[in-house]
């Protein structure tokens, strides 16, 4: 099917060889890249909105086909692996198509279309953080282009026996797929609520005050929230979201706004840097804004927690995000 096998290489000796990325930014001696990744000069033949949805795009057009062994990628994450995996490992792959794309969108964009694709993300986001790995934190490097080589080289030996018996891996997957049953059904109870804004793109989701934060992962990497956002990103397509949890506010941008979306294309990002400022004079206590280039930026008082009005808040960001000018545009 391919002209040749292809084995992963660490990025950084990538650029000694030929080679293929897959979810991330080339390198001077990348022959093809694989991914939606902001102006990634993937040819438009194969776009998709994940990463693996370019590769399987990929392994079913010869004629874009690279007898190019080694294949890299700059980052880790979900979509990443599946991708690399794919191109790997493409008789398998191919065979669980639709759960590994759903896989890649549950990883990247917290939305998914089945359980199991959202508890392979779960385990691989958990396998890969340094601090609850099984594997133990002294097996991690600290250089970072030395931990993507260490959890791609574990992952990519076994994501096979994890894509064939999910079930299996529930020690892995369990707590945090208790926190999105128990955030998706305060949802559908209206113990918490998401309330739409069509003209600005804008969900607004509010949660109990005296609700605990606890542990989920984005990219691998720690998080402490109250609701999980698998849990709203499955119940809104709007692409900007507002969280309101007693003194708990705050606003990000959701990651299909970063990268080149072939589906449907998001509004684009506003830069909130002046909304900052206004809103740092208002409570006389710092916030701030992580900008328009960050994959999944967000709004937020310095202390994490405000005593602005809710209501208050919600129409200075309404206000911004209805005047502003888009500020990111990551198409070729």
């Not at 369990?174 to 739409?196: C, N």
Request: proline fraction near 7%.
């Amino acid at each position: 099917m391919l002209p040749c096998r292809h084995a992963f290489m660490p990025y950084v000796e990538a650029p000694q060889h030929p080679n293929i990325v897959v979810d991330g930014a080339a390198n001077q001696s990348s022959v093809l890249t694989l991914s939606h990744w902001p102006q990634s000069g993937t040819p438009w033949p194969l776009k998709a909105d994940t990463s693996v949805g370019v590769v399987f795009n990929y392994l079913d057009n010869s004629a874009w086909h690279r007898d190019v062994p080694a294949v890299t990628n700059n980052h880790f994450d979900e979509d990443g692996l599946i991708g690399l995996y794919c191109l790997i490992a493409p008789e398998h792959a191919l065979a669980q198509r639709a759960l590994l794309i759903d896989a890649s969108s549950a990883g990247d964009f917290s939305v998914c279309q089945s359980r199991e694709a959202a508890r392979i993300a779960f385990t691989i986001s958990r396998l890969a953080d340094r601090d609850v790995s099984p594997w133990g934190v002294d097996r991690f490097p600290e250089d970072y282009s030395d931990y993507c080589t260490f959890v791609y080289t574990q992952l990519l030996q076994q994501l096979g026996k994890l894509i064939d018996d999910v079930e299996g891996h529930s020690a892995l997957w369990g707590d945090e797929d208790a926190l999105l049953s128990a955030s998706e059904h305060a949802i559908a109870s209206g113990e918490a609520t998401i309330e739409e804004r069509a003209e600005v793109d804008l969900a607004i989701v509010r949660i109990p005050a005296d609700w605990p934060d606890r542990p989920a992962h984005r990219y691998a990497k720690h998080l402490n929230v109250p609701i999980h956002r698998m849990a709203v990103h499955n119940r809104t397509s709007c692409k900007r979201i507002a969280t309101l949890c007693g003194t708990r506010i705050g606003f990000s941008y959701r990651y299909e706004s970063w990268v080149q979306m072939v589906s449907h294309r998001p509004p684009p990002r506003i830069d909130l840097s002046a909304l900052v400022a206004q809103l740092s004079d208002a409570e006389h206590a710092p916030w701030q804004f992580d900008g328009v280039d960050q994959i999944t930026p967000s709004l937020r008082p310095e202390s994490g927690h405000s005593d602005l009005d809710h209501d208050r808040f919600l129409d200075a960001l309404v206000d911004a995000l209805r005047n502003g000018k888009g500020a990111w545009n990551p198409y070729d």
